[in-house]
């Protein structure tokens, strides 16, 4: 019983730390013509009924507003990297949350690709890797169980018959010293057989949890690859929503749109980045929001710019600037040895990879 002790502990410390993020939205699932199933976040315009399913954070939304006004009256930045935050924003989807930053007073946004379709790349890997393994060590409990309960079934079996044997013996010491004996087996058989069922009651409880979460992560998962709509949080936590415009086939690029609203907006950094340059990275690492870190540039490569300044896991998308205020990147991964805690080098994408995928969209 006290290695089932070990696992329950490991299946609690699972269950909370597996904890999905999800917005407030109405996702449907369908079945088309050929019995294949289907989701999205927008009602199905096709013959047939849509399952509806919620997903809540209770948050408000704000549509219409001019962020610009909102935001400069409110912080009055007296620099070009303080006003460059103004302009960043926490983007959260189906199965988590990242950056992005406005590129137009029209409300135009960048972000990362893996964070609005989180369901492919390395973290979600990662996740169902997790998700495996539990269901490993919850089947292993599930045979430790199985196996004890039919020892405890053979103790049963032993116990009769041993009462039996007691029952046919003559009066005496012999049957005294017996019954003894079976007392003894007896009460450790009900105290084993207390601790299996206690034991597998709360094992149960556990894997009914475990099942439910990843139910709801599969469930996410699928929604994700369809979703439209993303809350977007600002500076000030004001909250609101934007659609999605396009996704790079090729780059870790997604472009959205908030509808009637005027934005603070960054400019791309025209002039040459060069090796040392100072920059600043901004965006919403670890859950918080609106966090600025300071590096230099430690290399130019073909297909990335690589940074010291500190990049966290919810840095994703946010803008990696110069001191003038300018985009020179979009921050995407860590390069970082075993964990993306772990010291390393940032990699953000150079504009000019935004500016080749979005250039019809932006002025």
């Known amino acids: 019983?006290?290695?089932?002790?070990?696992?329950?502990?490991?299946?609690?410390?699972?269950?909370?730390?597996?904890?999905?993020s999800v917005s407030h939205t109405e996702v449907f699932k369908y079945k088309d013509s050929e019995g294949r199933w289907h989701f999205s976040d927008a009602p199905i315009k096709q013959t047939g009924q849509a399952v509806r399913r919620s997903y809540k954070d209770g948050?408000?939304?704000?549509q219409g507003n001019d962020f610009y006004a909102l935001l400069n009256n409110k912080y009055r930045p007296s620099n070009p990297v303080q006003k460059a935050t103004l302009a960043v924003v926490t983007v959260k989807s189906k199965l988590g949350s990242g950056s992005g930053f406005f590129v137009s007073d029209d409300c135009f946004?960048?972000?990362?690709?893996?964070?609005?379709?989180?369901?492919?790349?390395?973290?979600?890997?990662?996740t169902q890797a997790q998700i495996q393994k539990n269901a490993d060590t919850f089947q292993r409990a599930r045979l430790q169980i199985d196996e004890q309960r039919q020892r405890l079934?053979?103790?049963k079996e032993k116990l009769d018959q041993y009462k039996d044997y007691l029952n046919g013996l003559p009066d005496g010491v012999v049957k005294d010293t017996a019954g003894r004996e079976y007392e003894l087996n007896r009460a450790a058989y009900y105290r084993d057989l207390q601790q299996l069922t206690t034991a597998e009651k709360r094992f149960n409880n556990d894997e009914q949890q475990f099942l439910k979460q990843q139910s709801d992560f599969n469930f996410s998962s699928s929604v994700a690859q369809?979703?439209?709509?993303?809350?977007?949080?600002?500076?000030?936590n004001t909250k609101t929503s934007a659609q999605l415009v396009k996704v790079s086939a090729n780059d870790d690029l997604a472009l959205l749109k908030i509808n009637a609203c005027k934005a603070p907006y960054l400019l791309f950094e025209s002039s040459s980045i060069s090796q040392g340059q100072e920059v600043y990275a901004i965006g919403s690492p670890l859950g918080l929001?609106?966090?600025?870190?300071?590096?230099?540039?430690?290399?130019?490569?073909?297909?990335?710019?690589?940074t010291d300044a500190q990049i966290l896991p919810g840095n994703s998308g946010g803008p990696l600037?110069?001191?003038?205020?300018r985009v020179i990147g979009v921050n995407t991964i860590k390069v970082a040895q075993n964990n993306a805690l772990n010291p390393g080098f940032g990699v953000a994408i150079p504009v000019n990879k935004v500016k080749q995928n979005f250039a019809s969209y932006l002025r």
């Open 321 to 325: 600037i110069a001191n003038d205020g």
């Open 153 to 155: 079934n053979i103790n």
């Open 1 to 20: 019983m006290k290695g089932y002790r070990v696992l329950q502990q490991l299946f609690l410390g699972f269950l909370l730390a597996f904890n999905l």
């Open 226 to 236: 369809v979703a439209k709509s993303f809350d977007i949080i600002l500076k000030d």
């Open 289 to 306: 929001r609106d966090q600025l870190t300071k590096g230099t540039v430690t290399q130019i490569a073909a297909d990335g710019i690589l």
């Open 59 to 62: 948050s408000s939304v704000v």
């Open 109 to 126: 946004l960048i972000t990362n690709k893996h964070v609005i379709r989180p369901a492919k790349g390395t973290q979600w890997d990662a």
